[in-house]
């Protein structure tokens, strides 16, 4: 318990709109460890980017934490008011979004940018803050980093633009970096350079979420992983144990979408249905009617996670007769 | 080899930005698509594949060089002169989203090509061909009178397909046609593909930037860097061993879903891409190529067959 | 969810429709009346108010015993009282009479002047950005001219040089207003001739003219019919404006802009016969300002499903 940076338990985030609550987030626990990089992955709509925004107190309007807690180093943040979150922001977690043009001020030369979060969280002199910020760019592995200070974010290629970004995120040592999507927009050579990069950062201590659809992307870096479909977490655990032996349907359906790909076979593999609309959840199990295991009371009785080895958990009936053992 | 049935032969396309400076998307590219192949053009952002695939199809005008299709130069015509073959060459967009007007409903997106050509007699033939075409690509027919908005993605790519394959086309240029779709979806999408390939003898050229993706779907391959063609050759040949170190660095960057193969893209490509507008000297890789010496800065490369595969670089394994 | 943080409700609400199952939910999506109703309720209001103007310029002669021209020299100048609801004028007309015969006048010259520049403007804008090269040029420059130019001014001019009359405020007003539209038109048409699915129409062999009656038009609609309903006020008050400065509709002819002129003599002794036109100008025009913003959050197609 004590080298745990981030301590999510039964969050429920919510978007009130006049077609009733749309449940984006429903009853979804995370921890984080010192270090350790933390990967969520599912689908779009699947409610994995709202936790980050949850997690940073940045969900808009209609959308409202409904219940549950956020603890960040031993510190309750859904208590906290805007302002003392903007204090946190930045400083004791961070965030790095998809898209590394608009994340960016265009008008604002780059270093200034991250001169400016620095001058924001700490009363420092200006020469000490152009001493981090070209300190925080060349540990990214900016080269020139001179020349790099005085350029408009155009003027930067999109990995350069993203190892800002990650600059920016990282320069006040944020207990916890949340990197949504921080790759999907960079090509494959640059994809591989940026991770390379967050993986460094955890090395050194900084404990990552990464947030990711790509199933490559989370085998690459994360130590554990948490499978989301509708809201919630299907099924979570150690990467090795998840990728050797996923027990969800859905995880087992979304391995062999990806692996039939590098396989021969003519007809690719892929999960039938639809996924359900979140205003309209069914009853039960949300994945039942896309499942190829689907049982009676999978249509009527939600299933909840349980451990199938301290690694390994999941959320699913089929598995529910093991934990009685 | 058999007739082709798509020629390129020194595809050049360069946007102007100002009057001395230009974007050299696309320099000198030749290439040969033979019927009922599918021909992956593969590369990363800004390599030109896009526009190459829009010079194929004539839907963009060459800056030089030219485009045959059964023999016959397309490069050049007139609108009215044009129209036979824009039958026969068709696009499927990347974004399902964008490329469907909002305000037209389903019925009517699918007839467009259809009236456009005046290939029914009447309302209900058209009708008829739309309800067909639904059913080809597995969109329940009786979603005919909805907008685009009201489908999900996947879909919405399927209606764009629909479309595509309105007019009977020879062949067809997919345009990153499930880049923007989720994983599950993107493998209905490319089996749809496979499945209308052998129903209808399709030809495709497929563009894309996923390596997995083209693995499964194409017969041969064409990897692009900097508006040119590095190496071209039969799929499985040049996965299994690529020739250019570009191939080789684009390989190994592609992440395997095993975390019990970590850490095997050991080999970083270093500095940035160069761009567009100014390009290197000589190769245009060699600014980022490790194996790059004096000659590969003062002479371009050309392409070279060894085997069944062409590659562009003045340091092949021999 | 989409990259940029907002939260979509749509896309959570898709689904991906497999072969073996084709249950979506499937929802209507509201109409443009249903989505002002929920969201712009001052829409509604100011659409009940518009109508009651026009209601009201229509029934003139049934909504009061008055003619609008009937001279009572006994009753000149009456405070507003249950007999005359808004007073009298200095011959003593009644002034409610004449605000309703005037709103006539108003909401003619507001609105046909602005359907004519309307018009013109779709036409030439969308010529000019489908177009494009020295079509384009050309014309944007003339528009510029003719924007670059003090309307009012340049309003005067004609009227002075053509003479004042109902007729020659609408050619007038579609002069100086068509080059506005033409560049919003344009830019909007620019703007959809790069659009993914016009590029779509162009590769599949759609001629031009059927792109831009079938794309560019449908797509330009919402922006042109907001800015017919921001237009009207705007030349409504020009309308008052040249009227007000005696070069608009002439004398006995009702009209807003003249009654304010009539009653700026007197304004010390009989201010409401200043006030009750003005009040009239500015309700109508709010009305329709608040009806345009309302129907420009409605009509962005990309929000209809919301």
Known sequence: MTRRTLEVSHLNTSFFTERGEVKAVQDVSISVNKGQVVGIVGESGCGKSMIARSIMGLVKKPGKIVSGSIVLQGKELTSLGEKELCKIRGKDVSMVFQEPMTSLNPTMRVGKQVQEVVAIHEDVSREEARRRTLQILSAVGIPEVEARYNAYPHELSGGLRQRVIIAMAMVMKPHLLIADEPTTALDATVETQIMALLKQLAKDGTSVLIISHNLGVIAQLADYVYVMYAGRVVEKGSVFELFDNPLHPYTHGLLGAVSSLRSQTKVLQTIPGVVPNLAHLPAGCSFAPRCSKCMARCGSEQPKLVAVNPEHEVCCHLKEGADSL | MSEALLEARNLVKEFPLSRKRCVHAVSGVTLAVSAGETLAIVGESGCGKSTLGRMLIGALPPTSGEVRFKGQTITGLKERDFSPYRRQLQLVFQDPYASLDPRMKVRDLIAEPLVAHKVCASKDEVTQRVLELMKAVGIPTDYLNRYPHQFSGGQRQRIGIARAIALDPALIVCDEPVSALDVSVQNQILNLLNELQEKRGLTYVFISHDLSVVRHISNRICVMFLGKVMEMGPTEEVFGEARHPYTQFLLDSVLPPDPHRRGEATRLLTGEPPSPVNPPTGCCFRTRCPFATELCAQEEPILQKTGLVEAACHHLKK | ?306
């Open chain 3, 1 to 306: 969810m989409d990259p940029s943080g907002n939260f979509d409700v749509t896309s959570m609400a898709e689904g991906e429709l497999g072969l073996s199952s084709p249950s979506v939910v499937y929802e209507e999506p509201a109409s443009v009346w249903h989505r002002l109703a929920r969201n712009h309720k001052i829409s509604i209001v100011s659409i009940v108010v518009i109508l009651l103007f026009v209601l009201g310029a229509i029934f003139a002669p049934l909504l009061t015993p008055y003619e609008y021209d009937a001279v009572s020299l006994s009753e000149r100048l009456m405070p507003p009282s249950p007999t005359h609801l808004f007073g009298t004028d200095e011959v003593g007309r009644d002034v409610l009479t004449r605000m309703l015969y005037g709103s006539r006048m108003s909401l003619i010259i507001g609105i046909v002047p602005t359907m004519l520049s309307m018009a013109i403007g779709t036409l030439i804008g969308m010529t000019a950005g489908y177009f494009g090269g020295k079509v384009d040029t050309i014309i944007m420059r003339v528009a510029d001219i003719v924007m670059s130019f003090p309307s009012m001014l340049l309003a005067m001019v004609v009227m002075y040089t053509l003479g004042g009359g109902t007729f020659n405020v609408f050619l007038t007003m579609a002069f100086v207003g068509w080059a506005g539209v033409a560049r919003v038109v344009r830019s909007e048409t620019l703007k959809l001739k790069e659009s993914e699915y016009v590029e779509a129409a162009r590769i599949m062999g759609v001629r031009r003219f059927r792109i831009i009656a079938r794309h560019i038009l449908p797509n330009c609609l919402p922006t042109i019919i907001v800015l017919f309903t921001l237009d009207i006020p705007a030349a409504i008050l020009t309308e008052s404006s040249l009227s007000f400065l005696g070069m608009g509709v002439q004398p006995p002819s009702a009209s807003w802009g003249l009654m304010v002129n009539a009653g700026r003599a007197f304004l010390y002794h009989a201010p409401w016969l200043c006030f009750a036109p003005c009040l009239a100008i500015m309700v109508i025009v709010l009305a329709f300002n608040y009806l345009g913003d309302g129907l420009r959050d409605v009509l962005d197609p990309h929000l209809q499903s919301q």
